[in-house]
């Protein structure tokens, strides 16, 4: 907490938010004592100042899986908040910062804002366990618009002028100031939220003489978040709010920041990197923002990936970003994961000219502290929770867990996206078949003009081991709750209707196989199967009227073969209603043009969760041979000299094999990723 190193005999209350927080810090700095009242004299002091970042903590307030009800030691703002206070113990002066998608991601936040929704005096669970820490400043994420504006304006205390928006309602608020400079209501012209903070703050430094000295410094921090928001909440977002790119609002923000007196800039990005040209609408702009002029410290996130990353084939390796310095284009930054597995550290070196502040970038240098570690042994141990946090948001927890064991349904077959990616659909048929019927029915009802053409269904593997082998959907055979059932949908999408025709399938098919390698027959030694593309992005049908094949052997765009529609080949000029969700259908023009938001005919109110809940109640006894066998794809045979192998959770192998998936092999236990994965063979032939 800041005034750790302000003031450390004295308790400045973190129930008061923003500007007001900022007045007590300077009326207490000034009685702190000890405080040089010339700087001037202080000519030379250098002192270093420690950004701390967490980044898409998304409600991971414990390390609790409400998914499975069990603790999961690998994640959770009570463990990173255990790290927080060690950085604290060791830097004299720190600033903790929050990188956005804060307020949505579990169970316990679908029930604070859908299911018991939280009232204007009580602050969200993630909130009051993050006053805990007492944060400095924070920033808005693409999540924080998925429950709609209303409820933004409630969480964040009010203020928010917008249409459709009480601005003048006063509420508990998020007990920090927020950040952000690329929304602007339309309604006003304005930034929806402010789009920058100025905290004054009193270093603690070294002077010339090696003594310590008392200086005072002013942080100018801004922030930005992803123009995607205007397509994934188009429902809560069209005709309210616009964005900017996040360069042209840094160039038009960040002088204002020096102009106010700000000696540093910290730079909050819910973004990461692409290496594309810049857009100003583009998703991970951070390698341009990092040339803006003025910019002192970057932290980012969004993509839920590590910087700096010391692996010998790191995250990121764009031209101009240096791992090993932790810096892209110069400018110290991080990226600390997700869910609280990391927090984010900046060493900032500054130096004091005799008035002001400024940043020494060579000296400066950035790391991740991870939760998790091995001990001498080689065994994983995990930070402790800071037991802090866990009673202030007990009851609000019990609720939660509660609610998701409400019984809806039982299932004869374990249904899993552990073996997805090879052909399994025993997790995805259900979500088909859930989006089909529910799309179906409205067509039926209410758009008549679309009523003769088929409707069909597509889904992913939202969770595919990419954070690790419990990473993957895992429905026990028995019961089926609430809990099961948003675990086999993770996401908070709606449901959407595209209209395509069958070339426009073959092509969206074709795409989504970009998530596998391509395999060179004649190759003897090892080949990977499974390629960085995302899990969720590999979009399966899962019935027996649409089949295909996936020729891994060739190129990317050219694997798709023997695709049919009720057993003859498929008619490229034929039309179809195809089930999926609002980000794929407004933001896939990268599977095909007319998931830009063109090809809807229909965007429904309704979560894609809620549907799947709402078909397992009116359909509970789910069996395998109903609802987890159909298979509408198979790898194309391919005879490959040596082994083709991919990483599923541990020793899963009776999944593969309860799926039909014959071809499927255990060759490692452990892969050695370190991840708790097991490596598989598949054998392409059969």
């Known amino acids: 907490m800041l005034e750790q190193y302000f003031c450390p005999p004295t308790r400045i209350s973190r129930r008061v938010a923003g500007f007001g927080l900022l007045a007590l810090v300077a009326a207490t700095v000034a009685a702190c004592g000890g405080s040089d009242s010339d700087g001037s004299s202080n000519a030379g002091a250098t002192a270093t100042l420690a950004v701390l970042e967490t980044t898409d903590l998304h409600f991971n307030v414990r390390s609790y899986d409400y998914f499975k009800l069990a603790e999961d030691k690998s994640y959770g703002f009570e463990r990173t908040a255990t790290l927080v206070r060690a950085a604290r113990k060791e830097f004299a002066n720190t600033l903790l910062v929050d990188n956005g998608d804060t307020i949505q991601g579990t169970a316990l936040a679908d029930y604070e804002a859908t299911i018991s929704p939280i009232p204007c005096t009580q602050q969200l669970s993630m909130y009051k366990a993050m006053g805990a820490l007492g944060f400095d400043a924070g920033t808005l994420g693409n999540h924080e618009f998925n429950y709609g504006l209303p409820f933004l304006n409630q969480v964040l205390g009010g203020g928010l002028d917008v249409e459709g928006v009480d601005a003048t309602k006063k509420c508990a608020g998020a007990g920090y100031p927020m950040a952000l400079a690329n929304v602007y209501s339309s309604k006003t012209k304005k930034p929806l939220v402010q789009p920058y903070t100025i905290l004054e703050r009193t270093l603690t430094a070294k002077g010339t003489d090696g003594k310590d000295v008392k200086l005072p410094i002013k942080v100018g921090v801004i922030g930005f978040t992803t123009p995607g928001i205007l397509n994934w909440d188009k429902r809560f977002l069209e005709g309210k709010v616009y964005t900017e790119g996040a360069v042209e609002s840094a160039n038009k923000y960040v002088p204002e920041l020096r102009a106010k007196g700000a000696d540093i800039v910290v730079a909050l990005l819910h973004g990461g990197l692409d290496s594309a040209a810049y857009s100003p609408t ?55 994961s997700s869910w609280g597995k990391a927090l984010g550290v900046i060493q900032l070196s500054l130096q004091w000219d005799g008035t002001k502040w400024a940043v020494n970038k060579a000296a400066s240098k950035s790391e991740l502290r991870n939760i998790q570690s091995k001990n001498a042994a080689g065994a994983t141990v995990y930070a402790e929770p800071d037991a802090t946090v866990a009673p202030l948001i007990e009851t609000q927890h019990q609720a939660a867990i509660k609610y998701v064991k409400t019984p809806i349904g039982s299932t004869d077959f374990r249904m899993s996206t552990l073996f997805a990616d090879v052909g399994d659909p025993g997790a995805i048929q259900i979500v088909n078949q859930a989006q089909q019927a529910y799309v179906a029915a409205y067509i039926k009802a209410s758009l008549p003009q679309y009523a003769a053409l088929p409707v069909l269904s597509v889904s992913a593997p939202f969770k595919s081991g990419f954070q690790g082998g419990a990473d993957y959907t895992d429905v026990a055979v028995g019961p089926l709750a609430i809990n099961n059932a948003a675990d086999l949908y993770l996401y908070p999408n709606t449901v959407y209707a595209v209209k395509v025709n069958g070339g426009d399938i073959k092509n969206w098919l074709e795409a989504a196989a970009k998530r596998f390698n391509q395999i060179d027959p004649v190759k003897t030694t090892e080949q990977q199967l499974i390629s960085t593309f995302p899990g969720y992005n590999y979009d399966m049908f899962t019935t027996g009227d649409l089949q295909y094949e996936i020729d891994v052997t060739q190129a990317v765009g050219s694997r798709i073969k023997n695709l049919t529609y009720l057993g003859k080949p498929i008619d490229v000029v034929q039309e179809f209603v195809i089930a999926t969700n609002n980000y794929r259908a407004t933001s896939g023009k990268s599977f095909i043009d007319k998931l830009d938001g063109s090809g809807t005919i229909w965007a429904s109110p309704d979560a894609n969760r809620d549907v799947v809940v709402e078909y397992i109640r009116k359909n509970p006894v789910v069996t395998r041979a109903t609802n987890g066998a159909a298979k509408s794809w198979r790898f194309a045979k391919a005879t490959v000299a040596g082994p083709v192998v991919f990483s599923s959770g541990a020793n899963a192998l009776p999944v593969a094999l309860a799926a039909g998936l014959t071809n499927v092999s255990l060759l490692a236990a452990d892969d050695g990723s370190g991840k708790g994965t097991s490596k598989y063979a598949i054998d392409l032939s059969k």
């Open 282 to 336: 583009m998703e991970n702009p951070g390698l341009h923002l990092s040339k803006v002029a003025g910019i002192d410290a970057m932290v980012m996130g969004h993509q839920h990936s590590v910087f700096p990353d010391a692996a010998a084939t790191p995250a990121f390796s764009q031209a101009g970003v240096d791992n090993k310095a932790g810096t892209i284009n110069g400018v110290p930054a991080v990226m600390a």
